[in-house]
């Protein structure tokens, strides 16, 4: 007994020693902000708070913008890309400015710097974390040797308008899943250390509700009820600032009328007071002084009270603080105290980094730009990301020996299957299918067919038909270009662009296998081609090795593993479109659907069939979200809960057995669901609360368990009270998110 309380009390003393350590570290910090801002000048204060750009192909350094850092008036300067550059303009800044404040140099560091990982959606679709944090890391090894020490990623808009640009930046439709992610890409950007050299502040974006654009159109008006905001598009901050992520930048659009740079209630009561958020708060590209388009601002002095008064610690690109801070501080308009506070939070981020130790690049450190093991984890990330969706005949994985004719507008565009956000990726680095098919000696020919994605020429139709009928198996691999996803790059119809569609369309009636991958932003419609084609797989964007992870999935040496981290829809006028959705009074079902081509003629009026679908597309997606084929098959069964009864002191263990039913060693990622039947608000049809892979051999078993806890079915109601209600649940375990393995419980 005696050494069991000894070995008690050590465990305290020691923990009560680290937090006093903790507690010193935090009071230096706090001393060494004080002391410094006691040094400063108003002018300086006024500096922190600009973060400043350059362009990035700039071929001389500004002598102003030398002059600007030298006054202290610059805070953080953003694209400067010539390494002498920023190691000049922070030498300025540490030597010759009055209190020789470092500067801190940002970027897009979105998937990758130089070896590109596939574009965030694509990472989402692996629903791996261990090989977002890889990515992650690999991007801030590489983009800290040019003295980059702040990213702006990861973005984190929960997404479900296909037609969004952004999409593809955004981990997709769902919040369990991208707070998972969240935490792992800071984790990546930020290191074990935020003062190790190597370590990228991270930046949580955009906040918030860009996703939620009205029609999927970039920088539209977004309306988002209390429940919604707090149930589905805060969650993936809250774990990005659990994690430690230093910084967050908010959006272009307005939530309910107030933009959310201004927005007090956002930047102050939920960020600092409920989310507990203790970096800075940067605006978006010029977002600030937007706000008198929007409508909230008369001016430009008026858009910088109201977002240092709503809580934005600091201005990207425009200068409304620069100019309009003094004045209105004469003016009472702002206090010295507001100024004061949003300098201190600027201060600690720096002081964390270590930039007052380690000013400079990490020179000394041999980091080796796309090394062969960056470019491995790149790999690996592509196949994880890739989704196949239709695989007929088990057509794939191709024969070796088959004689393949590769088609298509992106099969060997090294620039194009980077994706969004690749300012920095060098493209003599991709490695396309085409190169990876001739690395292989495969046994292949390759047209394009069409030049690029948007082509509608069809003067090559001729000559790619005739090499498709003396193939065995014709691979077409097209999509959208890079610049078709991203900021400011919606689209109202989401097909295949370009006459794409039509050669497929033609290749299929030469009665050969035809297979398609799809390298793209977002999830293409597929209504035109699905019922023409053998295979089709997704890889969206997917970077520096995406030509060798498709040769490997095609040809068996590995499996696709990713899984839809969105609803895939079969039309654009189904979106916004996602599984989580509520039920409404009259859910739709296959027995009330009513097809438009079946309504009599002349029909008089009724509100036929009675559910909510559409006439023309029903009410089903295409493919489901979690959705993915593998090579293999499983079998799930014998799903139990240990207990149908849960409370607040015990947990449910639901357990399952699953099966490899098919020929070869394949992983599954099995989803877990749940659904609170009736609540003080509506709940989801379904909420994804966990996932687990598991990798079986041919005809091998294993027991999967998950445990569920009170936790799981926490939720805010419309008053914005956390909790959970009595009452039953419905859950489910299964491949995706129309799994039918369902059973019971209830909470007392
Ligand atoms: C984008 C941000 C980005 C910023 C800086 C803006 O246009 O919305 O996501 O970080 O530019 O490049």
Not at 30 to 37: F, G, H, K, R
Not at 559 to 580: D, F, H, I, M, S
Not at 722 to 740: D, L, P, R, T
């Amino acid at each position: 007994m005696r050494t069991i309380y000894a070995f008690l009390l050590g465990i305290i003393m020691v923990f009560a020693i680290g937090c006093e350590k903790e507690k010193k570290v935090s009071n230096q910090l706090e001393t060494n902000i004080e002391e410094l801002l006691s040094k400063m000048t108003l002018e300086e204060k006024i500096g922190q708070l600009n973060l400043r750009g350059t362009s990035s192909r700039a071929k001389t350094l500004s002598e102003e913008l030398k002059q600007k850092v030298r006054e202290g008036k610059v805070g953080a300067l953003l694209n400067v890309m010539n390494k002498e550059y920023v190691d000049e303009l922070q030498r300025i800044a540490v030597e010759e400015s009055p209190n020789k404040i470092p500067l801190i140099f940002s970027r897009d560091v979105i998937h990758g710097f130089k070896t590109i990982f596939p574009i965030p959606l694509g990472m989402a679709a692996s629903w791996d974390e261990e090989v977002v944090k890889n990515s992650s890391r690999v991007a801030a090894i590489e983009a800290s040797s040019y003295g980059i020490r702040w990213t702006f990623a990861p973005m984190l808009d929960i997404a479900k308008d296909a037609r969004w640009g952004r999409i593809a930046e955004s981990p997709g439709e769902d919040p369990y899943l991208a707070s998972q992610l969240a935490r792992a890409y800071v984790e990546g950007f930020q290191g074990d250390s935020l003062s190790d050299p190597t370590s990228l502040i991270a930046c949580a974006k955009h906040f918030i509700g860009y996703g939620a654009a009205i029609g999927g159109r970039d920088y539209n008006t977004a309306i988002i009820s209390k429940e919604q905001l707090h149930n589905t598009y805060l969650p993936p901050f809250e774990s990005a600032f659990k994690a430690g992520a230093q910084t967050v930048m908010t959006s272009f659009n307005e939530v309910n009328g107030i933009p959310a740079s201004g927005d007090k209630e956002l930047l102050t009561n939920i960020l600092r007071k409920q989310l507990k958020f203790d970096g800075f708060v940067v605006s978006d590209w010029n977002s600030v002084t937007e706000m008198i388009a929007h409508g909230y601002a008369e001016d430009e002095k008026q858009a910088a009270e109201k977002a240092i008064n709503a809580g934005l610690n600091m201005e990207m690109t425009s200068k409304s603080y620069e100019d309009n801070a003094k004045e209105l501080l004469k003016e009472n308009k702002l206090s010295m105290n507001q100024i004061d506070n949003m300098v201190r939070d600027i201060l600690r981020v720096k002081f964390r980094m270590g930039l007052f130790k380690t000013p400079y690049r990490n020179k000394n450190k041999d980091v080796e730009i796309y090394s062969s093991k960056h470019l491995e984890l790149a790999k690996e990330a592509a196949i994880k990301s890739s989704v196949l969706l239709k695989n007929k005949n088990n057509v794939l994985p191709l024969n070796k020996k088959a004689k393949v004719l590769i088609v298509g507008p992106l099969a060997n565009k090294p620039r194009e299957q980077l994706g969004t956000w690749t300012f920095d990726g060098d493209k003599k680095y991709t490695i396309t299918p085409v190169a990876s098919f001739e690395k292989n000696n495969a046994n292949f020919e390759f047209i394009e067919g069409l030049t690029y994605s948007r082509d509608t020429n069809k003067k090559y139709f001729k000559e790619v038909l005739s090499k498709a009928s003396k193939a065995d198996i014709v691979l077409f691999i097209g999509g959208e270009e890079a610049i078709l996803s991203g900021e400011a790059h919606s689209r109202a119809n989401i097909n295949l662009p370009g006459a794409q569609e039509k050669l497929i369309g033609e290749l299929a009636k030469i009665k050969k296998p035809v297979g398609v991958t799809i390298m793209a932003g977002r999830p293409i419609t597929l209504q035109n081609i699905k019922n023409k084609v053998d295979a089709i797989l997704m890889t969206w964007h997917p970077g520096t090795m995406g030509g060798d992870a498709i040769y490997d999935i095609l040809f068996g040496v590995k499996e696709p593993k990713g899984r839809l981290p969105v609803t895939w829809p079969k039309v654009a006028g189904q979106l916004p479109l996602y599984y989580n959705h509520k039920n409404t009074g009259r859910p739709a079902s296959p027995k009330e659907y009513v097809h438009i081509d079946s309504i009599p003629i002349g029909a008089w009026q009724s509100s036929l069939g009675n559910t909510s679908h559409y006439l023309d597309a029903g009410y089903e997606p295409e493919y489901p979200f979690g959705f993915g084929l593998g090579y293999t098959s499983f079998e799930y069964s014998n799903f139990k809960l240990s207990t149908t009864s849960l409370t607040e002191d015990n947990t449910i263990i639901a357990s399952i057995d699953i099966t490899n039913i098919g020929e070869r060693t394949g992983e599954e990622l099995v989803q877990l669901y749940i659904q609170d039947v009736a609540g003080n608000i509506t709940r989801p049809v379904k909420e994804l609360i966990g996932y687990k892979r598991i990798s079986l051999k041919s005809k091998e078993k294993q027991k999967v368990t998950f445990e569920i806890t009170v936790d799981d079915l926490k939720y805010y109601n419309n008053q914005l009270k956390y909790g959970v209600e009595k009452g039953k649940f419905n859950i489910w375990i299964g491949a995706n998110s129309a799994s039918k393995v369902k059973e019971e419980f209830v909470y007392e």
